[in-house]
C-alpha cells in the first residue's frame, strides 16, 4: 500500500549535520555552531545516531521474528527514501521497512508496523516470483499493476490460514491506511479491502456501497468477481487463470504504462513488482492451505439486496457474500454523518484490537526487545574516571532508615488477614466477648494487598562543573536511592551527565553496602543523552512501578527540551522526580519571595522543577527521607 505522508526524516537530520551556521557570540567572542533548529553539531549527531539506533533495532527484532516464521535466510532493513511511495517493500527475500512508520514505538506504530512486516512476509512466503511463468507473462504483457491488486489479497488469506495469530495486526495496519483519508473517499479503496474477508463484513460492504456508487455496479462488480475467484488459486497449478483474471482486470485499472486511475490507487509503483528473489511455499502447501481455510469460498454477487438489520458489528472478519447493488440511501442519515459512523466504528475496533490480551503481550514484547537491543542503546559509554570512596557514617545511616521504611510499605502492601473488622470472616474466639459492643470487631478480612511493588528506577546525577564542591554529597544521594530501592528488589540504572552522558551503576550492578562511586565535577549541563537513555530504560521494563530520580542543582542546557522528555515520561506513567542539592539558601529565599509574590521567583521555581511530578530541595543526605515518603505516597500506596 502506498505511503500517505512525507515528514522530516533522519535524512533531513543527517543534513543538518552537512549545513550548520556558524555565529560569533559578541558577548564571549567565541564561534557557536548550530543547525536550524539551534542544534549544535554535537547534539545533531546524537540525535541522528539515537535515531539510527533505534531503527537498526527494530530491524534486528523483526529480521529474527521473520526467520524463526519462514525458517529461511530473511533480511529486515529499515530503510530512509523520501521517494518510497509504499509502507515496506521486498524482493522475496529482503524485507524495506519504512522508516517513517516508526517515529515513535507507541501501541499504535508498532501495531501497525507489526501488520505491515506481516504483509510483506505473506508476498515473501506465497507470491509467485519474477522468473516464473506468470512472472514473465505479466511483464510482457505490462499486467503487473493489475496482478498485484489481485496477490494482495490471496498472500494474505494464506498467511492467515497458516497464523491466524496475525490476523488483528494485518486489520489494524488496514484501519491505520483506511482512517488515514477521509471515510468519504473510501469507496477507491474497494480493491484493497473486498477480497480481504477478514475484515468485518459491515465494513466491506459499507465501502462496496460507495465504489457502486462511484463507479457503477458492473464495474464493482468485476473486480470482485477477478479478485475472489484469484483468492483460490493455487500456484504453479493455476497460472493459466491467473493469467485470465489479470488481463481482465486490467480493463478496468489499466495497464503498467497507463495512467493509475483512482480505483488503482493504493498500490505504488515498489508495490507492483512481483517478489525475485526465493521461493515461494509448495503447491501442495498451498492447496492445503486453501483447503482448510473457510475464508476461502467465493463471496456471491447478488442481483438484490437483501433486508438487513441496523447492525453494526466490526468485531470480527467472516465469510458471508457481500451483497452488489445501487446502494440504497437512508433518507434520514446525511451522507457525512454517515462517514463518520463508519470512521467511529473503526477506531472503536482499533480500540478493542489494541486490548486483546494476546495482542497486549506481543506488542509489550516487541517494544522491549527492541529497546533492550544492544543495538538500540546507542553510544552510552561506561564513566572512565570512577573513584570507589566510602561514604560517611550519617550516609550509611540514612540508606539504612531509607532502606526500611520502603521495605515497611511493601509489607503493608503484602497481603494479610486485617484483625477487628467490621465484615468479612467471623472471628469465632473474638464472638466470645461478653462486651456488646465489640461485635462491631467480630470479623477478620483478608486484604489482597497491592501487588504493584515492583520498582525500576533511573537516575541521573549532574556531574557539571556547576556542582563543584557538591559532588560528594551527590554522589551520596545517588548511593542511598539505589540501595534503598535495591533493598526491596528493585532495579536502578544510574548516568551521570556535564557535556556528555556516561553510565555509572547498571541495573545488575548493585550498590555495596560501604562502598560508593564517586566521580569529579567538569564541563557543562547536558542531560539529554541521558534522558533519552532513561526513556528507553523505563519504557522497556515490565516492572509495575517506575521512577526518574534527577539529582541536579537545577539548570541544564537546551532546558526546554529537556523538560519536555521529563514531561513526556511523566505522562507515560513514570513517577518524574527532582532531587535539588544547588545552593540551599538560595533556594529558601526564592521560596520566600515567591510566597511573597514575586513573579521572578516564582519563574524560578518551576524552571528548577524542570516539569517533573515530584520537587524536593535537599540541604543535606539527611534530606533524602523526604524523597523516600514522596515515594511511598506517589506509588507503593497508589494500589492501595
Known amino acids: ?27 564571549t567572542g567565541e564561534w557557536i555552531i548550530s543547525n536550524a533548529e539551534g542544534l549544535s553539531h554535537l547534539e545533531a549527531v546524537e540525535r541522528y545516531t539515537e535515531r539510527t539506533n533505534r531503527l537498526n533495532a527494530v530491524a534486528s527484532v523483526y529480521q529474527r521474528a521473520n526467520r524463526i516464521i519462514t525458517g529461511e535466510d530473511i533480511s529486515v532493513e529499515v530503510i530512509t527514501d523520501k521517494d518510497m511511495d509504499t509502507n515496506a517493500r521486498s524482493n522475496g527475500k529482503d524485507i524495506q521497512l519504512n522508516s517513517l512508520l516508526i517515529e515513535e514505538l507507541t501501541d499504535e506504530s508498532l501495531l501497525s508496523l507489526n501488520g505491515v512486516n506481516y504483509h510483506e512476509l505473506a508476498h515473501v512466503m506465497f507470491s509467485p516470483r519474477q522468473g516464473s511463468n506468470l512472472g514473465i507473462y505479466v511483464r510482457d504483457n505490462k499486467l503487473f499493476r493489475a496482478l498485484s491488486i489481485l496477490e494482495e489479497n490471496r498472500a494474505e488469506q494464506l498467511l492467515i490460514t497458516k497464523y491466524p495469530a496475525v490476523r488483528p495486526y494485518l486489520e489494524a495496519s488496514l484501519y491505520t491506511y483506511l482512517l488515514a483519508d477521509n471515510s468519504r473517499n473510501w469507496g477507491k479503496f474497494f480493491h484493497l479491502i473486498t477480497g480481504r474477508t477478514y475484515l468485518p463484513l459491515e465494513l466491506r460492504q459499507a465501502i462496496a456501497d460507495k465504489a457502486v456508487k462511484e463507479y457503477g455496479l458492473e464495474i464493482v462488480s468485476e473486480v470482485h468477481a477477478c479478485i475472489h475467484e484469484y483468492r483460490t488459486l493455487v500456484f504453479p497449478r493455476d497460472f493459466d487463470k491467473a493469467k485470465e483474471l489479470a488481463h481482465r482486470l486490467a480493463q478496468l485499472v489499466g495497464l503498467d504504462n497507463e495512467q493509475t486511475n483512482k480505483l488503482g490507487e493504493g498500490v505504488g509503483e515498489g508495490a507492483c513488482d512481483l517478489p525475485s528473489k526465493g521461493r515461494p511455499a509448495s503447491s501442495k502447501d498451498q492447496e492445503e492451505l486453501q483447503g482448510n481455510s473457510p475464508k476461502a469460498k467465493l463471496e456471491k454477487v447478488s442481483e438484490s439486496k437483501p433486508k438487513t438489520n441496523n447492525s453494526t458489528d466490526t468485531t470480527a472478519g467472516n465469510n458471508e457474500s457481500i451483497t452488489l447493488d445501487k446502494p440504497e440511501i437512508d433518507p434520514d442519515i446525511a451522507p457525512n454523518e454517515e462517514d463518520s459512523k463508519i470512521a467511529d466504528q473503526l477506531n472503536k475496533r482499533m480500540e478493542a484490537i489494541k486490548n486483546e490480551s494476546d495482542v497486549k503481550r506481543d506488542i509489550q514484547n516487541t517494544r522491549k526487545a527492541i529497546l533492550e537491543s544492544d543495538v538500540a542503546k546507542g553510544s552510552i559509554r561506561k564513566h572512565g574516571k570512577i573513584e570507589e570512596i566510602e561514604p560517611k557514617d550519617t550516609a550509611i545511616s540514612i540508606a539504612k532508615r531509607f532502606a526500611m521504611e520502603l521495605e515497611r510499605l511493601v509489607r503493608n502492601n503484602d497481603p494479610a488477614w486485617l484483625s477487628r473488622a467490621r465484615s468479612g470472616k467471623l472471628n469465632i474466639s473474638r464472638t466470645m466477648n461478653p462486651d456488646v459492643n465489640a461485635i462491631a470487631e467480630a470479623f477478620d478480612q483478608w486484604d489482597i494487598g497491592n501487588e504493584a511493588t515492583d ?6 546525577t549532574d556531574s557539571s562543573g556547576s556542582m563543584g564542591g557538591l559532588m560528594k554529597s551527590v554522589c551520596e544521594s545517588t548511593w542511598i536511592i539505589k540501595r534503598g530501592i535495591e533493598s526491596i528488589n528493585g532495579s536502578v540504572t544510574v548516568y551521570s551527565f556535564d557535556d556528555d552522558t556516561e553510565l555509572l551503576y547498571e541495573s545488575s550492578d548493585r550498590a555495596k553496602p560501604r562502598i560508593m562511586k564517586y566521580v569529579w565535577s567538569a564541563g557543562g549541563t547536558n542531560p539529554i543523552k541521558g534522558l533519552i537513555e532513561a526513556d528507553r530504560v523505563l519504557s522497556a521494563s515490565k516492572k509495575s512501578i517506575k521512577i526518574l530520580f534527577i539529582v541536579t542543582d ?29 545552593d540551599y539558601k538560595d ?4 521560596l520566600d519571595n515567591a510566597k511573597n509574590g514575586d513573579n521572578g521567583a516564582t519563574q524560578r521555581l518551576k524552571q528548577l522543577r524542570h516539569k517533573a511530578q515530584v520537587f524536593h530541595a535537599v540541604s543535606n543526605t539527611k534530606d533524602l527521607l523526604g524523597v523516600a515518603i514522596t515515594l511511598v505516597k506517589s506509588t507503593l500506596k ?3
Do not use: Q
Not at 502506498?2 to 559578541?26: A, F, Q, W
Open 455 to 460: 520498582i525500576e528506577a533511573v537516575i541521573l
Open 638 to 640: 497508589k494500589g492501595k
Open 554 to 582: 537545577g539548570d541544564w542546557f537546551k532546558e526546554d527540551e529537556c523538560d519536555n522528555l521529563v514531561k513526556s515520561m511523566g505522562d507515560k506513567g513514570v513517577l518524574t522526580s527532582v532531587v535539588f542539592i544547588g
Open 587 to 590: 533556594y529558601k529565599n526564592l
Open 1 to 27: 500500500m502506498r505511503r500517505r505522508d512525507k515528514e522530516r526524516t533522519e535524512l533531513d537530520i543527517l543534513s543538518d549535520l552537512m549545513d550548520m551556521k556558524h555565529e560569533l557570540d559578541p558577548d
